[in-house]
């Protein structure tokens, strides 16, 4: 874990949503799944939890929400990485990608990573995706059975409050998992980066309760 500055050097509206390109040190850049405390100095008495949804060797986009405050040329006090971001199998080739949701952007920085080492990519979601490489497949959340059928590792995003639907339709994925790797980013608020131990981000899973600012944000899926 570091701690840094780093400054908004471009504002991007995807689907309505604020995204920033933010400049940092490359020890800064938080991997996919894991997170960053940001504060701009102003009266807000908590920082923001930032995932990335692309990286490059001076800094990353950070996915939505961002605070309306923030706009180009603005500095950021930042704390990371922090958490446990996703562990894409080097044996992968065929990687599904989760958007239980709407938005896929916190899963969009695993796409390179797949690609680089020859996995076919599909992105499964029911918000329209635009600006994707050639090489992924998008298909609506209606075709997720089929997908995960053929995938051989499978990376989830859900919401904390949404994990009841996650669960139901978990029951028919694990009669086709055989083995297979999976995991879920549960975004929660995460407010205290794993200092405090505060408890708002606590997830319910099978082994008990879990803080996703340490244990988390990314859990096994099939420990949901």
């Avoid at 689907?15 to 940001?38: E, F, M």
């Avoid at 083995?179 to 981000?201: R, S």
């Amino acid at each position: 874990m570091h701690n840094g500055k780093g400054q908004v050097v471009e504002l991007i509206l995807k689907d309505g949503r604020r995204q920033v390109r933010i400049s940092c040190a490359s020890d800064l850049i938080p991997a996919p799944g894991q997170y960053l405390l940001a504060s701009d100095g102003s009266d807000s008495p908590l920082p923001v939890s930032l995932f990335s949804t692309e990286s490059s060797a001076d800094g990353f986009i950070a996915a939505a929400p961002i605070p309306d405050s923030w706009n180009p040329g603005g500095e950021l006090y930042l704390r990371g990485p922090l958490g446990r971001g996703f562990e894409l199998p080097v044996s992968a080739r065929k990687v599904a990608l989760v958007a239980f949701e709407d938005s896929p952007a916190r899963l969009r920085g695993l796409i390179a990573p797949a690609l680089k080492q020859g996995a076919a990519v599909a992105l499964v979601c029911d918000l329209e995706e635009d600006q994707l490489p050639d090489e992924v497949e998008a298909h609506p959340l209606s075709a997720l059975d089929e997908v995960f059928a053929w995938a051989d590792y499978a990376a989830f995003d859900a919401a904390r409050e949404n994990l009841p639907g996650l669960r139901e339709r978990l029951v028919d994925l694990n009669q086709m998992s055989a083995g297979k790797e999976a995991q879920a980013l549960i975004h929660t608020p995460i407010p205290c980066g794993g200092i405090a131990e505060c408890g708002v981000c606590a997830v319910t899973l099978r082994s008990g309760w879990r803080l996703a600012c340490k244990e988390g944000p990314v859990f096994d899926l099939w420990g949901i």
